[in-house]
């Protein structure tokens, strides 16, 4: 079997500015994550039967397997968010990605 990572991605609000994300970001690297990338992104969804558009902060959080069940214990704690967007999956790795994502 390929080495393999989980992958977490979730959604802060566009309100919050950067150096927030950043703090969110270091609580998630203080649960286990090894990596955590964001940037803005545009998202289009239906909430309360209607379409809506917005501008939303995206995080795609590297974490190893057997740290993944804390880190979204942490995740879903401290989410401002009523019903965020917490989707994960497993990842296949080089060997070496995931020698670091587990030793982090």
Sequence with gaps: MPPQISIVQTTLP???IEP???S???LMIESG???VQYSKTRSTYKWEGQIESSEEWKLQI???????ET????LRKNHPHTLPQIVHW???STAQYTDWVESA
Excluded at 62 to 68: A, D, E, I, T, Y
Excluded at 71 to 74: A, E, F, G, H, P
């Design 62 to 68: 590297k974490v190893q397997q057997n740290g993944l």
């Design 71 to 74: 880190l979204l214990t942490t």
């Design 20 to 22: 927030e994300v950043g």
């Design 33 to 35: 994550a090894a990596c």
């Design 14 to 16: 566009t309100s919050w």
């Design 24 to 26: 969110f970001s270091q």
């Design 90 to 92: 497993l990842a296949e």
